[in-house]
């Protein structure tokens, strides 16, 4: 959403040479300690106050989600899921939003040149300018995040406050929150500080406590402290090991360039075929030939 | 039977401008696919407006290819019906490839290469339209999961390159081939044009004539 840090670009989308790197940050990262969320949606509404943004007002269809599903307004989203676990009764409500994967898929699928960067300290924001309204961060994304607006066509999620953070300012979401169940900072006093939680949380008998940094994706930027490591799928279908489809891989690694080297060697091929053959020209004889053949039928 | 001095019509005025909408068509469509390929050929998406008109044009652009490709297949697919001539003329190729269509069975108005590019053309353009539809997020988005949208991705960027090494040797062909460019510029080949190429062809518009 806001290009403001320059010179600390680690990743830029649809471009093969060096971004603008020469600025060392540190890896930052959003812990969410799903064990010490109210589910108060203080975060949905900063969110939506910090950016500017309001969502439609909706329709209740029985459930606590409120609106129903992301949207191009709404980039953050408490989940709420009513589930027994090990027969005992849980209200599990998850801040779903953007993970800020180590290597999201939305950038390696992006078609745009710089319309998604990630920077040096992990934020992979979207730069709507440069957005062609393709969908193709959608196809890339492995935690169904981004959403294309119906107004501008152009493709929106949470920026992780990049705007704030390149101030200073903690993001919106954990700035707001009154339990402190969204922590930022470095990412790895963000990880220790998981570990501590997990510590406690395994004391009070949640053995399958543990940190939702997922590896399939290089780790991500926003973390979740989960009760139940072992089933992560119970919290509104976060994904147990994500990571970028084989079909993105395919379409967008290797066969890349070995496609266009294909098309090229095929022009390529028939350039040498015509350099070592000539053209293939039509003959006196064959003019002769063909006019003694429509002579004979007059005749 | 048009035969005036050893000249033979290959294509009316309609099969002429048919193919050549198409033709303009295809090459739009494959600058700015490609633009949205490979970051490298991102630049061909200025001669269209740049990225989002790009993205904007190139489905519609496809609509419009796919509905005048239709107009060549009816015109032309009774003439692409494979024959056993046709499987013989394939197995020399190599002759062919060489310049020496002398080796090889009489070709009637196209030869098994021809008939080959036909039908893969058909057979890409399927695949293109279908998956085209699956990515057009603006129209289709929501009838698709992303999952379909992915395999649709992957299926559209090899049969489009596909599509494109046929092109180019179709394309090639013509030039090779001297003589054949003036069927579908002007529509009309020289009677030894197609006495050396499709000779079978030949006896039969002379058969024809009264």
């Not at chain 2, 035969?3 to 198409?22: S, V």
């Not at chain 2, 490979?38 to 008109?53: A, R």
Request: aromatic share 8%; proline share 4%.
């Amino acid at each position: 959403m806001a290009n403001l840090q320059s010179l600390d670009i680690r990743r830029r989308s649809a471009t093969t040479t060096t971004p603008p790197s020469q600025r060392e940050t540190v890896p930052i990262a959003k812990l969410i300690d799903v064990s010490r969320c109210i589910g108060c949606k203080a975060c949905q509404s900063a969110c939506l106050e910090w950016n500017d943004l309001r969502e439609e007002i909706g329709v209740n269809v029985g459930v606590y989600d409120n609106p129903h599903d992301l949207t191009e307004n709404t980039w953050t989203l408490m989940r709420f899921t009513e589930i027994d676990v090990d027969g005992r009764f849980e209200w599990l409500i998850r801040k779903d939003g953007c993970m800020h994967c180590d290597d999201p898929g939305c950038l390696k699928a992006c078609p745009a040149p710089g319309a998604i960067v990630q920077y040096k300290n992990g934020i992979v924001d979207f730069v709507s300018e440069n957005c062609i309204g393709c969908g193709y961060c959608v196809k890339g994304c492995p935690f169904n995040i981004p959403r294309i607006s119906a107004k501008d066509q152009k493709a929106y999620k949470c920026t992780l406050c990049s705007d704030r953070v390149a101030v200073g300012q903690a993001p919106a979401c954990a700035k707001v929150c009154p339990t402190q169940a969204i922590s930022f900072g470095t990412k790895s006093d963000m990880v220790a500080w998981a570990d501590h939680r997990i510590a406690d949380l395994k004391e009070r008998g949640y053995k399958n406590a543990g940190l939702y940094n997922p590896a399939g994706v290089g780790g991500t930027h926003v973390m979740y402290v989960l009760k139940h490591l072992d089933k992560p799928e119970i919290y509104a279908g976060l994904p147990k090991d994500p990571k970028i489809s084989p079909l993105v891989e395919l379409w967008k690694g290797i066969t890349k360039p070995i496609l266009l080297a294909g098309v090229g060697l095929a022009a390529l091929a028939t350039f040498f075929h015509y350099v070592t053959h000539g053209p293939n020209e039509v003959q006196t004889e064959d003019e002769e030939a063909a006019e003694k053949m429509r002579r004979d039928k007059a005749a | 039977m048009a035969e005036h001095n050893n000249i033979l019509d290959r294509y009316t005025p309609g099969a002429r401008l048919n193919h050549w909408i198409n033709a303009i068509l295809m090459i739009c469509l494959a600058l700015s696919g490609m633009s949205l390929f490979h970051p490298s050929l991102y630049f061909l998406s200025d001669l269209f407006g740049g990225g989002v008109w790009t993205r904007i044009i190139h489905p519609w652009m496809g609509v419009v290819a796919m509905l005048s490709f239709l107009g060549l297949v009816i015109r032309f697919w009774r003439f692409n019906l494979w024959t056993k001539d046709d499987s013989a003329w394939m197995k020399n190729i190599n002759h062919v490839m060489s310049g020496d269509e002398a080796k090889v069975p009489e070709a009637g108005k196209y030869n098994a290469g021809q008939k080959l590019v036909f039908w893969s053309l058909c057979v890409l353009t399927i695949l293109l339209l279908t998956s085209g539809l699956a990515l057009w997020d603006s129209q289709f988005g929501h009838l698709l999961t992303i999952e379909q949208k992915r395999l649709a991705a992957v299926v559209h960027a090899l049969s489009a390159v596909a599509l494109i090494a046929v092109v180019i040797t179709h394309i090639y062909a013509a030039i090779w081939i001297r003589g054949t460019i003036r069927g579908m510029t002007r529509g009309s080949v020289t009677g030894g044009w197609a006495w050396r190429h499709h000779r079978k062809w030949l006896r039969e518009e002379v058969g024809k004539a009264k």
